[in-house]
């Protein structure tokens, strides 16, 4: 059994759990209170966690060899006792009467089962969510890692539900290209200011043990830095940091005493009390804030603005050490956005080597039409770590939208797509490698260009690249420092030059609904006649 068939089994229980009046949102977070009881417990059976986490009393084995109203008031008392670090108990001295018993003092697991309570009325639908997970072949799903199993119901969860409110979940796909172009390494600090469910924490962490035989090259001291203090996230949402806190519990990702991910605002105290670090991987959640939240949460931050991916993209820069490295994932306002939009903009290029641009295709987020870019940046400039001005000479940007297939459910955004771009970005994770202009992939050289300024005075091989090569001073003079850089054009496209005089269009416009009118008019008759 595939760790894809184990989710797709888990998933099947949530038109079950329906009856109960649970939807998909809450599934997901009724499932993942009992999962990680059951994961921790296969964890530990299996010798990936050293340690059990959970108190006695309130383990796997604790529950699935109940049933009917007994289960489900003891698992009730079990969310309790997990939430608080007490539990109430039978008082041997005084007969008939209970007291407050301490059953456990961890402050990660508080925070993960923080006001946890469970929505289920029907003992028997908590005794089938444990009878299927006690069916599922662990073994198996554990060759592939419990963690993998994990991300796999989130990432579902996240296509089904269609996450609105600007929360989007990030293709694992380009989360692990973006880690294998900055290439982390053991003893930076590794941050997300708008962690989510810590994806990219998690695909950092996994890039290290990829390369360090699990840490095991590691001596022990530099071992236990990489589980409790190299990564650092912070998410707003409670119910998505309990998620997130799983998650990385569940990677071997302890943390410090508020586990990996903190909770709080980025844009707030908690941001702006964040040491610096080597490298920020991200992607902001899309919208404004209520109020100017971004702004006047934030007195350091230099450029005021309610636009959140603005004010995270400060943060972001500004919280780099010298010499230290970012990937962000931003929309397309952000490269065109007037104003402050060009303010921050020119900060960013001035304080830090804005080396690369990925233009990214759309559909590939699951709310549709998003078009997103990702950033990748140095703290300094190519030559000098400490330098504060003047460190962007020039901007490389690889064009992955253009004439690119529609990304959805039937035609999966994936690796292949983004190979191409790691080629060419080279091995340098500064961005400092070796370039050429003129790379062909994805049919780019059919692609008609279009006449802009980006065109104007290169041959055609550059015009019809998907790479190609832009200098400050040429965004700085032809672009008013706008970063919105394209030169490729969908063949679908309309081309606006070519289109009739707007008098001409107005006039068929008006022939055509005329002409619909009197359809309407003729079958309204007939209908009438009929009658």
């Not at 987020?365 to 140095?378: C, E, P, S």
């Not at 400092?432 to 065109?455: C, H, I, K, L, M």
Request: net charge negative; glycine share 8%.
């Amino acid at each position: 059994m595939t760790n894809n068939d184990i989710v797709q089994k888990l998933w099947n229980l949530c038109d079950v759990l329906r009856d109960d009046g649970i939807n998909y949102s809450d599934y997901v977070t009724e499932l993942v209170l009992l999962l990680f009881i059951k994961m921790v417990h296969e964890n530990t059976e299996a010798g990936t966690l050293k340690k059990h986490p959970l108190p006695v009393g309130c383990r796997w084995t604790d529950i699935n060899a109940k049933s009917g109203i007994n289960l489900l008031n003891d698992y009730k008392v079990i969310l309790l006792a997990l939430s608080t670090g007490k539990r109430r108990v039978a008082d041997p001295a005084k007969p008939g009467e209970t007291k407050e018993e301490q059953v456990h003092e961890d402050p990660l697991i508080s925070a993960i089962y923080a006001d946890a309570q469970t929505r289920l009325r029907e003992p028997r639908h908590l005794e089938q969510m444990i009878k299927t997970l006690d069916q599922i072949d662990w073994f198996s799903a554990a060759k592939d890692g419990l963690g993998d199993l994990y991300e796999g119901l989130l990432e579902k969860n996240a296509g089904e539900t269609k996450s609105g409110a600007g929360q989007y979940f990030t293709p694992r796909a380009l989360i692990n290209s973006m880690v294998r172009c900055i290439k982390p390494q053991p003893g930076e600090v590794i941050q997300d200011p708008a962690a989510g469910t810590a994806g990219f924490l998690i695909a950092a962490d996994a890039y290290i043990k990829q390369h360090t035989d699990d840490l095991y090259d590691l001596p022990a001291i530099e071992q236990t830095f990489q589980r409790n203090n190299a990564f650092v996230g912070i998410e707003l949402v409670p119910g998505t940091r309990r998620l997130a806190l799983m998650n990385c519990l569940l990677h071997g990702m302890e943390g410090d005493a508020e586990g990996v991910v903190h909770l709080g605002n980025a844009l707030g105290e908690a941001g702006k009390s964040l040491e610096q670090a080597h490298i920020i991987l991200a992607n902001p959640p899309f919208g404004t804030s209520k109020g100017g939240e971004a702004s006047n949460t934030r007195d350091d931050l230099t450029y005021k603005t309610s636009n959140k991916q603005l004010a995270f993209l400060q943060h972001i820069y500004r919280n780099l050490k010298p010499g230290g490295r970012a990937a962000v994932v931003l929309p397309d306002n952000v490269l065109f956005e007037a104003g402050v939009g060009t303010d921050v903009r020119r900060d960013l290029m001035n304080k830090c080597n804005l080396h690369t641009i990925l233009r990214l295709p759309t559909g590939i987020f699951y709310a549709q039409g998003v078009k997103t870019n990702v950033l990748f940046f140095t703290k300094g400039s190519a030559n000098d770590k400490h330098q504060q001005e003047n460190c962007t000479e020039n901007v490389w940007v690889y064009d992955l939208r253009t004439n690119m297939p529609s990304f959805g459910k039937r035609t999966p955004f994936g690796d292949s797509h983004l190979t191409p771009f790691e080629q060419v970005y080279g091995d340098d994770a500064n961005g400092q490698s070796p370039r050429d202009e003129g790379e062909y992939s994805f049919n780019a050289e059919q692609v008609e260009v279009a006449p802009t300024e980006e065109n104007d005075g290169v041959d055609e091989r550059l015009a019809h690249s998907r790479w190609r090569k832009f200098s400050r001073g040429w965004i700085r003079e032809h672009k008013a420092d706008s970063l919105d850089i394209s030169w490729l054009k969908d063949k679908d496209s309309v081309d606006a030059a070519n289109l009739p005089e707007p008098d001409v269009l107005a006039r068929e416009a008006k022939d055509e609904l005329e002409a619909a009118l009197n359809e309407l008019d003729g079958l309204l008759k007939a209908l009438e006649g009929a009658v």
